[in-house]
């Protein structure tokens, strides 16, 4: 017979959604946040950012969320500004997700954007895209 404890561990392979779950609340808080503008910080008033994805830890102590500004401008600018209001964003986020204890959250560039851009980049270049219009039946 199970113990109760091991019905509510991760340990031993079991797929566990809350993280994935709250992750994405976590994500429509975050972008409420930057929609409706409500951080103090000069640097991020009137900015646009998208966030692409928030990753939460097994624990749910931490959170890691991607995000990229609206044409890449100013990122570091921006991730410093991010990083310097994370205690307030926290607090808005709180306010948003019922949580026992909200995760603390950690900011980094999207960087998928640009690797699906080097990615299309190749696909395009004469020599790539000769391999793949040439028919499979034709032979090697």
């Known amino acids: 017979m199970a113990k109760l404890h091991d019905l509510f561990s991760t ?3 079991t797929n566990n959604q809350r993280p994935l779950r709250v992750g994405e609340e976590i994500r429509h808080a975050l972008s409420d946040v930057f929609i409706r503008g409500e951080c103090r910080s000069a640097d991020l008033f009137d900015v646009t950012i998208s966030i692409s994805e928030v990753r939460v830890a097994p624990d749910m102590k931490n959170a890691t969320a991607f995000f990229m500004p609206l044409a890449g401008q100013n990122k570091e600018k921006i991730l410093n500004a991010l990083i310097a209001s994370t205690g307030e964003i926290r607090h808005h986020v709180s306010k948003r997700v019922k949580l026992r204890h909200t995760p603390k959250i950690h900011f980094k560039l ?3 954007f640009d690797v699906a851009q ?3 980049t190749l696909l395009k270049a004469p020599e ?3 391999d793949i219009k040439k028919d ?5």
């Open 11 to 13: 340990k031993g392979g």
């Open 136 to 140: 499979p039946i034709e032979g090697e």
């Open 110 to 112: 999207d960087e998928s």
């Open 118 to 120: 080097h990615i299309e």
């Open 128 to 130: 790539v895209a000769r």
